[in-house]
Nanobody, 116 residues
Framework: QVQLVESGGGLVQPGGSLRLTCAPS????????MAWYRQVPGKPRELVAS???????NYADSVKGRFTISRDNAKITAYLQMNSLKLEDTAVYLC??????????WGQGTQVTVSS
């Protein structure tokens, strides 16, 4: 069973930056949709950003202007560039890929902690 592997999380001060990467553990095909979610204990999972295979992006209002999602179709990899990080961005960040046959692939998540 192919899973996604996130990397790039860590501890950063407010105002800092991180770049998250999400790639599959094996071979997958025809990924039409990639997204980043975040999860805070006791709160619903939140969609942070998404990108279609046509390059159309969508962002949560809370991250617009600060986060940028991108994808490398050749590597089947998604990225999330996070700038001007705030305390409230602290969460586990997970990625989702959806194939043209509507199979969903999830990762285990990477912890992002914003703290002074």
């Amino acid at each position: 069973q192919v899973q996604l592997v996130e990397s790039g999380g860590g501890l950063v001060q407010p105002g800092g930056s991180l770049r998250l990467t999400c790639a599959p553990s094996g071979t997958i095909f025809s990924i039409i949709y990639m997204a980043w979610y975040r999860q805070v204990p006791g709160k619903p999972r939140e969609l942070v950003a998404s990108i279609t295979n046509a390059g159309t992006t969508n962002y949560a209002d809370s991250v617009k202007g600060r986060f940028t999602i991108s994808r490398d179709n050749a590597k089947i990899t998604a990225y999330l560039q996070m700038n001007s990080l705030k305390l409230e961005d602290t969460a586990v960040y997970l990625c989702l890929f959806t194939s043209s046959s509507l199979n969903n692939y999830w990762g285990q998540g990477t912890q992002v902690t914003v703290s002074s």
